[in-house]
């Protein structure tokens, strides 16, 4: 074996060491101090804002303590109309979506590699917008648009926007869109719409089948209205429905007919009740009177005295109220069943102490289960080019029409608005990733004349842009008035607010967001809470939303 001579052997060792230490490398994370602390900011302080909760369309408002620039907790605002102070379980953990480990970092396309295989990669905010913009001018007048439920702002300026840029085509999307609910408000009252129902007002409530605690139309304001109506051992709760839910569980009395006699059961109790009120008209008596407790017992399976003893407790109540069918009775006859139910709320004089048309929930525009059914159909027919998706997640929500095979089939170029992946964004083409709830502005009312704002309380911690930004730049360039919709929208968002602390706020957002905005000195030794507007504005993230 030849010697090694000693140089060689210090340069093989030298190396090798300088290898060794390239490859076993550790992750370099800096921490750095506020060098340049901002005016505002104490660390080791925290600091709160007022903002709006986004986990479902109810827009609850929401109270976010922050730590150096990091939303740590979530309270609901004492102060908001719907939430007052309080939160559900979905709420409190609505900032963990901001620290998704999963979350798209930046802007990605679908490519294929040499095995055939998909897969997303990562690309810049230039080629994906040149991407965008191609796809749009590819598919002028067969763009749609298929969102959620929004309601503030971002809605106006999308109705704007999607015209101008070849795209008239707009679905909103819910999964549980209340189509019965609406469907039977119009063959009771001649409208669809859906108004309050106030269950801290009732003495008595009778639900059937209404998930109410869980997802129902505002599950956190009907939580509160069941703690309200049952306080000092008052009120009176009958759940009316196969299973024995969160919402049965809370209340005195569960009745469980038989499968699909649910609707023959509100019916009978409008009878009794009638019976025993008077005042509704003669017709309308006499056609109730042939549904006696007596002549439903034996179809529904509940004795005649159960459900007489529920009739006059409705009968005797000052402010009775019946919520109609929630998920778990859906059916071909979901419609008549509203509408039986609605009959017992007039009848029982609900309408107008508990049931309360005017500041209705704003579920007027939701699209319906069969226009996302024709949405893909005309999808695997072609007859779509371009579809935009944001705020839904129809692959999984909808399987059953069928949208995951169109979006596969390869006829659409579809764009999503995810900040995270999900079944529909995996199907993508372009992913143009929006900013969570906490990195951004918005605004929404859930309710006709409550409005909330929503700001950001920590920046973006991604390459991420604000959705209500990528169809405007679109917008910029294939239309030939550039960005007049998205300032025709921004001029709409600061009339609203009418005041001079939002606009002020929204100025100094653009220049030094979250991590700067922070507590004022005078407020130093009480816990600041962030006011964007002061008392006299008809829009408050603070104090009475109610415009
Ligand atoms: S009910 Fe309110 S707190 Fe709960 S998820 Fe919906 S908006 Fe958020």
């Keep these: 074996m030849p010697e090694i001579d000693r140089r060689d052997f210090l340069k093989i060792a030298g190396l090798t060491a ?7 490398k550790e992750p370099v994370h800096n921490i750095f101090p506020y060098v340049h602390q901002p005016e505002e900011v104490t660390p080791g302080i925290a600091t709160y804002y007022n903002s709006m909760c986004r986990e479902c369309p109810d827009g609850c408002g929401i109270r976010v303590k922050t730590r150096e620039g990091r939303p740590i907790k979530i309270d609901g605002n004492p102060e908001h109309p719907i939430s007052k102070g309080r939160l559900c379980v979905r709420g409190e953990f609505g900032h963990m979506r901001t620290y998704d480990s999963a979350r798209f970092a930046g802007p990605m396309k679908s490519a294929t590699d040499a095995s055939g295989a998909k897969s997303l990669v990562k690309i810049s905010w230039d080629e994906a917008q040149g991407l965008f913009v191609d ?17 503030g702002t971002l809605d106006a300026l999308l109705d704007q926007v999607l015209p101008a840029i070849g795209a008239p085509h707009r679905l909103r999307f819910e999964p549980y869109a209340y189509e019965s609910l609406r469907s039977g408000n119009q063959l009771v009252f001649g409208s669809e ?3 309050q129902f106030r269950i801290g007002a009732a003495d008595v409530l009778v639900a059937f089948g209404t998930d109410f605690i869980e997802t129902w139309l505002s599950p956190l304001a009907n939580q509160i209205g ?18 024995l839910g969160l919402s049965a569980a809370n209340c005195d009395q569960w009745l469980a007919p038989n499968p699909g006699s649910e ?4 019916i009978a109790l409008a009878s009794e009740v009638a019976q025993r009120r008077g005042g509704a008209p003669e017709a309308l008596r006499g056609l109730l009177a042939k549904y006696s407790a007596k002549s439903v017992a034996e179809k529904t399976g509940i004795l005649a005295p159960t459900l007489e003893g529920v009739a006059d407790r409705i009968a005797k109540a000052s402010a009775p109220l019946a919520l109609p069918p929630g998920v778990e009775l859906q059916g071909t006859n979901a419609a008549r069943f509203a509408a039986a139910v609605q009959i017992l709320n007039v009848v029982s004089g609900a309408l107008g102490k508990t049931v309360v048309f005017g500041a209705d929930h704003t579920l007027g525009k939701l699209g319906r289960f069969q226009e996302l059914s024709e949405l893909a159909g005309k999808m695997r027919g072609g007859e779509v080019g371009l579809l935009m998706v944001h705020g839904a997640n129809p692959a999984y929500s909808a399987p059953q029409v069928g949208l995951a095979d169109a979006l596969r089939s390869g006829n659409v170029f579809t764009v999503s608005f995810a900040s995270a992946p999900d079944e529909t964004a995996q199907l993508a083409d372009l992913i143009l ?20 704002l929503q700001q950001p309380t920590v920046r973006p911690l991604f390459d991420t842009r604000a959705a209500r930004t990528s169809p405007p730049a679109a917008s910029a360039t294939c239309s030939s008035r550039p960005g007049a919709a998205a300032r025709a929208s921004t001029r709409r968002w600061r009339a609203a607010a009418s005041g001079r602390s939002f606009p002020r706020a929204a100025h100094r957002s653009r220049a030094a967001p979250a991590r700067s905005t922070s507590r004022s000195p005078r407020s130093r030794g009480t816990p600041p809470i962030r006011c ?9 993230t603070t104090a009475g939303c109610r415009a």
């Design 226 to 243: 069941l703690a309200d109506s049952r306080r000092e051992g008052k009120g009176f709760a009958v759940f009316v429905g196969p299973r």
């Design 433 to 452: 990733p929006d900013h969570t709830a906490f990195e951004s502005w918005g605004d929404a009312e859930p309710v006709k004349g409550t409005k909330t």
């Design 193 to 195: 719409a859906v108004p």
């Design 532 to 540: 964007w507007s002061s008392t006299r504005h008809t829009i408050s």
């Design 263 to 266: 609707a023959l059961v509100a």
């Design 135 to 151: 796809a749009l001018k590819k598919s002028a007048g067969k763009a749609v648009f298929l969102g959620g439920r929004e309601s």
């Design 18 to 24: 300088g290898a060794a230490a390239v490859a076993c």
